[in-house]
């Protein structure tokens, strides 16, 4: 992985920032280093997940809003690999002018604890924090497995021949897989994938035995019959998925992991202008709010936070401690929270 860099114009920047001054739109615009008002040119989203993936359906929306509030567009592009880590790079990688937008998930939270990139939320400012869910245990439909005692048994039976569809170390499915083989014993074989997307279609077709996914990206598939549902991985049923009981009742030790799932979020890097983030917090601020968006956070059962600032730096703060507690606990790290300074 790269060395963090810092943009050798971020001085001439700020220097004709704070000569030009802020300019004000009708989004909240902010000034920009050749004078013009942010946005001066089309923006581009950076989704560190697939197309058709869990957190590309969330931020994908959020980012059609935002361009009816504003006279210029969000060019959302997907760049796949590294556990989201190429997204997260490439971002970095770009000018601290608030153009290139980083669409992403919980993920970065945990590079540096599992040695995935030096980059984690840190070197970035949250513009906006959207969203979190749970996420479901799911089979194919035609699968033998009726409930998650039975997928314990059958991976006992025969450890690691179940196929288990993945999004590779770091993400979502791998710390499912992990916290399961901590909580049951069972062992399974990872097959690694792009993303939500690809693993949904990995156990539908046949080429995987069993896989997580957000409850957002499996309930038309479960409602459809096309999949089924073994158990979501919380303490309470989820509402929008019928007849599915949480993991506890079956299993009640994975308690102390709960609440599980990711969070979804918009960053740009650390170091952009102060003025240019409030702008674009009150672009996605705003179109966060508005009924259509708030309609999808529904519609994907996407529990929301809309926060920034302080209190995003806190939340994420405190997702990661939890997270690396339970990774710890289930021992697919080696280092505790307080050794790896969290506490």
Do not use: H
Not at 50 to 65: F, K, Q, W
Not at 224 to 243: N, Q
Not at 269 to 279: H, I, L
């Amino acid at each position: 992985m790269k060395k963090k860099m810092i943009a050798v114009l971020m001085t001439a920047m700020m220097a004709a920032l704070s000569f030009s001054g802020c300019g004000a739109t009708s989004a909240g615009g902010a000034g920009s280093a050749s004078g013009e008002e942010f946005p001066a040119k089309d923006l581009n989203g950076i989704v560190m997940w697939g197309e058709g993936g869990g957190t590309d359906n969330i931020v994908r929306p959020l980012c059609t809003a935002a361009d009816e509030l504003i006279d210029k567009s969000i060019i959302v592009q997907n760049k796949t690999g590294g556990t989201g880590a190429i997204a997260t790079q490439y971002v970095y990688d770009q000018a601290s002018d608030g153009y290139t937008l980083l669409l992403g998930a919980e993920n970065p939270a945990l590079y540096q604890i599992l040695g995935t990139s030096e980059l984690t939320y840190d070197d970035f400012t949250t513009v906006l924090l959207i969203g979190s869910e749970d996420v479901s245990l799911v089979v194919p439909a035609d699968s033998e497995i009726n409930s998650v005692q039975d997928l314990v048994d059958a991976a006992k039976a025969e450890p690691g021949k179940l196929m288990f569809a993945a999004t590779g170390e770091g993400g979502c499915q791998w710390q499912a897989c992990g916290l399961i083989t901590a909580v049951t014993g069972a062992e399974f074989t990872q097959l690694p994938l792009d993303g939500d997307a690809d693993c949904l279609s990995a156990v539908m077709g046949g080429n995987a035995d069993v896989t997580t996914i957000k409850s957002s990206q499996v309930m038309e598939a479960y409602k459809a019959g096309s999949v089924k549902v073994l158990a979501t991985l919380t303490a309470e049923p989820v509402a929008e998925l019928e007849g599915v009981k949480p993991i506890t009742d079956e299993f009640p030790d994975f308690g102390k992991y709960l609440p599980f799932g990711p969070f979804y979020g918009v960053w740009v890097k650390k170091d952009t202008p102060a003025d240019v983030v409030e702008s674009l917090s009150k672009i996605f601020e705003d179109a966060y709010n508005t009924e259509d968006f708030q309609n999808v956070l529904k519609n994907l059962n996407v529990k929301g936070i809309g926060t920034k600032g302080e209190e995003a730096d806190k939340y994420i703060a405190d997702w990661t401690k939890n997270t690396a507690s339970a990774l710890f606990s289930a021992g697919l790290i080696e280092k505790s929270p307080s050794e790896l300074g969290l506490e």
